[in-house]
Every structure is written in structure tokens, then in C-alpha cells.
């Protein structure tokens, strides 16, 4: 298998966990989700709520003015008792702005940080942001390959590589993970001109 696959599967989860991302029923359909369920849950609550000062506003804009203050005020109360659940039922089908690709569970890395360093030439402190990186999430596989990357080709400190594969192999929980870590460190360590 090539690499960047294996890399781009671990990066992204397994294909379990892609499926329940997905969330797709066998007839293709989308399902809907456990917070669309409850965010109808809570609107039928809240709409049985509502129903009496809906009543009420209607009672109180007959007879008096439509833009009176008071015969508004409980159609304000409505659509604030229901906004928040019909916003949610008309986004959660549709994704989220900021998460695109669903709730994965796993941290968002800012990896542009140490690559900035790296090409201002101050590995140590891309090295140093790499670890807290580590510190948030230890099993993210791509953190120990650019961090043996920065010590064979950059640094060139293979000690330094040495001891991120050995915490690597310590933390990365699944073998697929482990056989590409020890491949990276034997490519990076042969073609080490140090």
C-alpha cells in the first residue's frame, strides 16, 4: 500500500468510525442525527409551551394595535422558546460551517505553527511545539513523522528521532500506526547524511 493512504486512513479515523459519521441508513437516506432528535424532542416541548401565548398574541392583536408593544411581546417570547431547536434541525443535516467533516473526537492541530519555525530556521522551538502538539494528542502519527523529519533533515539529530519513535511506538495504539512509524524512521535514517 502506499504511504500517504496509510498516513491520510489513520489521520482521518478508522472505517468504522467513518461509518458512523457517514450515519447513512441502507436504503442511502440520511439518518437523522442523535442532536436532530433531540432538538425536536425539545421544540415539541417548547411548542406545547408556546401555544397559549401564541394564542394570547393573536387574542391581543385583534382588537388592539399590530405594532403595540404589548400585543408583540408574547410573539417575541415564541420566537425565542423556538429558535434555538428549529435552528439546529435545519443545520445539523446540513454539516457544520466549522467542522465540515463531523465531530471526530480528536483535537484540531495547528501545524502551520511549526512549520513557520522550521523556515525561519528555529527548530528548537518547532521541536518544542511539536511536543505540546504530542502533550494534546499522543497518538497522532503524523505529529512523530514530522518531528522525525525535523530531527534527521533539519536538526540533524538522529538521538533526537530516536527518542520520538521510541514514544511513538509506546503511544500509538494500533499496529498499522506502529508499521508506518518504523518505516518513516528506517527511510529518514538511511538517507541521514549527518
Known amino acids: 500500500m502506499h504511504l500517504a493512504s496509510l498516513l491520510e486512513d489513520d489521520l482521518t479515523g ?4 467513518r461509518m458512523v459519521l457517514m450515519d447513512h441508513t441502507t436504503s442511502g437516506g440520511v439518518q437523522l442525527r442523535q442532536e436532530v ?4 424532542n425539545l421544540l415539541m416541548k417548547r411548542a406545547v409551551l408556546s401555544l397559549p401565548l401564541l394564542g394570547l398574541s393573536v387574542y391581543l392583536l385583534i382588537p388592539l394595535r399590530p405594532l403595540s408593544f404589548f400585543s408583540s411581546l408574547p410573539l417575541v417570547i415564541v420566537g425565542t422558546l423556538l429558535v434555538g431547536p428549529l435552528s439546529t434541525i435545519f443545520a445539523e443535516p446540513t454539516g457544520s460551517v466549522f467542522n465540515p467533516r463531523g465531530k471526530t ?3 484540531h492541530l495547528a501545524f502551520s505553527l511549526p512549520e513557520s519555525r522550521i523556515m525561519n530556521g528555529e527548530y528548537r522551538e518547532a521541536l518544542k511545539l511539536y511536543r505540546e502538539m504530542l502533550e494534546v494528542d499522543p497518538r497522532r502519527l503524523e505529529v512523530y513523522i514530522r518531528i522525525l523529519e525535523l530531527a534527521f533533515e533539519d536538526m540533524k539529530e538522529p538521538q533526537v ?4 519513535f521510541r514514544e511513538g ?4 495504539s494500533n499496529q498499522r500506526g506502529r508499521d508506518i ?3 518513516e524512521y528506517r527511510r529518514l535514517r538511511a538517507g541521514y547524511r549527518g
Not at 478508522?14 to 468510525?17: I, K, R
Not at 432528535?37 to 425536536?40: D, F, P, S
Not at 528521532?161 to 520520538?164: D, I, Q
Open 181 to 183: 512509524l518504523s518505516e
Open 14 to 17: 478508522s472505517a468504522a468510525e
Open 37 to 40: 432528535k433531540e432538538a425536536l
Open 105 to 107: 473526537g480528536r483535537p
Open 169 to 172: 511506538m509506546r503511544n500509538l
Open 161 to 164: 528521532a530516536l527518542e520520538t
